[in-house]
């Protein structure tokens, strides 16, 4: 997601902003409310992980692979919750941002402990949705596969 366009620094109020979207982004999906957090991305939004051979493109296919992976987790009785800090935000032009942060992923068996499950580094291009945001590109760098 590296480009030679033209960035300024985030204010404090888009800082603001991008961290209350990634709240409830997040927080969407370790509820399971999968369509509302897919519909958090760009109808022709891409989500891309080094974990993946390809990236996943539009919102529908984000959200059947996002309903796959937690019925998975609920037929194993586990609860996954997103932890993002360490977050950058950089003004493009048109309103979109580019956001970069650090996101642990922890898993908790049920009756058991929690563990951080992977490490990653997760980079996005949202654009202004509304009085929000929607992720137009997503990636994903999980440290134990770069």
């Not at 990236?55 to 059947?64: D, H, N, T």
Request: proline share 4%; charged share 20%.
């Amino acid at each position: 997601m590296t480009s030679s366009v033209s960035t300024e620094p985030g204010t404090a109020e888009l800082y603001h902003r991008v961290q209350q979207f990634y709240a409830r982004q997040m927080q969407l999906l370790d509820d399971g409310a999968v369509a509302e957090w897919a519909a958090t991305f760009t109808a022709d939004g891409s989500f891309a992980a080094n974990a993946r051979p390809e990236p996943v493109v539009g919102r529908a296919a984000i959200e059947a692979g996002a309903l796959a992976a937690a019925r998975q987790l609920a037929s194993e009785g586990i609860v996954r919750r997103h932890w993002l800090g360490m977050l950058s935000v950089e003004q493009l032009p048109g309103g979109r941002v580019r956001a970069r942060c650090y996101a642990l992923v922890i898993s908790t068996p049920k009756g058991g402990q929690a563990g951080v499950h992977v490490s990653t580094v997760c980079e996005d291009v949202l654009v202004p949705d509304g009085g929000s945001f929607a992720v137009q590109e997503r990636r994903v760098t999980r440290d134990d596969l770069s």
